[in-house]
T-cell receptor, first 109, second 113 residues
Framework: RKEVEQDPGPFNVPEGATVAFNCTYS??????FFWYRQDCRKEPKLLMSVYSSGNEDGRFTAQLNRASQYISLLIRDSKLSDSATYLCVVNNNDYKLSFGAGTTVTVRA | DAGVIQSPRHEVTEMGQEVTLRCKPISGHNSLFWYRQTMMRGLELLIY????????DSGMPEDRFSAKMPNASFSTLKIQPSEPRDSAVYFC???????????FGPGTRLTVT
């Protein structure tokens, strides 16, 4: 089983819609979690950190469910500029970040 | 604020040549990571340093790969000799401390012909 698993998508949504997707992780001892976004041919960029049960930053909301070992990301009022690949990242106790393969989101006009 | 700086941004070389990738982490960050990304394998951690000391190099694919961090503001990843299957984007990332958020450089796109 992979350490971090994501639905690859793609999620194709119209502008203004809400899109949400999950990520599951295998290590129950994982302590911290992050969402990164990666645009085509660019580096991953930190979107938000998730240290407790969840986090909200503007149109983006991340929720953590430790019992079921998943993290979700919800994007409200999606913009064309939200089109990207979203990487779920889990910090295990060995301090190495485990990256999911990414979920592709495409927002259309 | 200067982010992580990597050079070169693009490198095209012939099989068998030595390749050296360079990274300058964010000032004040104690941890540095080297990753490789390909379409087939995604993002792979190669090696990471804490306070300039290599902590885990289990991701380094072969002895042809080596990495150094002679001081807190500079690291190199060397491939000698290079092979076509080494073609990938190599990212350097740094974090304030181990386990904290990592910030990535723009990457070096390596093509070995």
């Amino acid at each position: 089983r992979k350490e971090v698993e994501q639905d690859p998508g793609p999620f194709n949504v119209p502008e203004g819609a809400t899109v949400a997707f999950n990520c599951t992780y295998s290590n129950s001892a994982s302590q911290s979690f992050f969402w990164y976004r990666q645009d085509c041919r660019k580096e991953p960029k930190l979107l938000m950190s998730v240290y407790s049960s969840g986090n909200e930053d503007g149109r983006f909301t991340a929720q953590l469910n430790r019992a079921s070992q998943y993290i979700s990301l919800l994007i409200r009022d999606s913009k064309l500029s939200d089109s990207a690949t979203y990487l779920c990242v889990v910090n295990n106790n060995d301090y190495k970040l485990s990256f999911g393969a990414g979920t592709t989101v495409t927002v259309r006009a | 604020d200067a982010g992580v700086i990597q050079s070169p941004r693009h490198e095209v070389t012939e099989m068998g040549q030595e390749v050296t990738l360079r990274c300058k982490p964010i000032s004040g960050h104690n941890s540095l990571f080297w990753y490789r990304q390909t379409m087939m394998r995604g993002l792979e951690l190669l090696i990471y340093f804490n306070n300039n000391v290599p902590i885990d190099d289990s991701g380094m694919p072969e002895d042809r790969f080596s990495a150094k961090m002679p001081n807190a503001s500079f690291s190199t990843l060397k491939i000698q000799p290079s092979e076509p299957r080494d073609s990938a984007v190599y990212f350097c990332a740094s974090s304030l401390r181990l386990g904290y958020e990592q910030y990535f450089g723009p990457g070096t796109r390596l093509t070995v012909t």
